[in-house]
């Protein structure tokens, strides 16, 4: 199956390795590579469940992985948990720091 190149380049999808560990690989499924992977290597590029394993398991794969990057990059940030299919403020405001983030143009 076929997920095009939306999916495929997706920063999900991208991992950090060398080229020669990306040549070792670049021809194996990824249930078959990742096992032989050290689970502390796993956890720092954010690999989720080996469930999620799988070719079938594809999107599956990269949402959870997007939830484990999100969490990743909220945590060095400072700011609060991620909840999937919340927004970031019930009142919709900005944070009290976005002018100090992107202050105003003067004329």
């Not at 939306?6 to 690989?25: E, H, M, P, R, V």
């Not at 990057?69 to 991620?82: C, S």
Request: proline share 8%; aromatic share 6%.
């Amino acid at each position: 199956r076929r997920y095009g190149t939306g999916l495929t380049n997706s920063l999900a999808n991208l991992a950090f390795l060398s080229a020669a560990t990306n040549k070792a690989i670049s021809a194996k499924n990824p249930d078959v590579y990742l096992p032989q992977i050290d689970d502390a290597r796993l956890a720092e590029q954010w690999i989720p469940e080996p469930d999620t394993w799988h070719l079938d398991a594809f999107e599956t794969f990269l949402a959870r992985r997007r939830e484990l990057q999100v969490a990743a990059l909220n945590d060095l940030l400072g700011l609060p948990p991620h909840v999937p299919g919340r927004a970031r403020g019930d009142d919709g405001e900005l944070p009290a720091d976005d002018d100090e983030m992107a202050p105003d143009e003067e004329d």
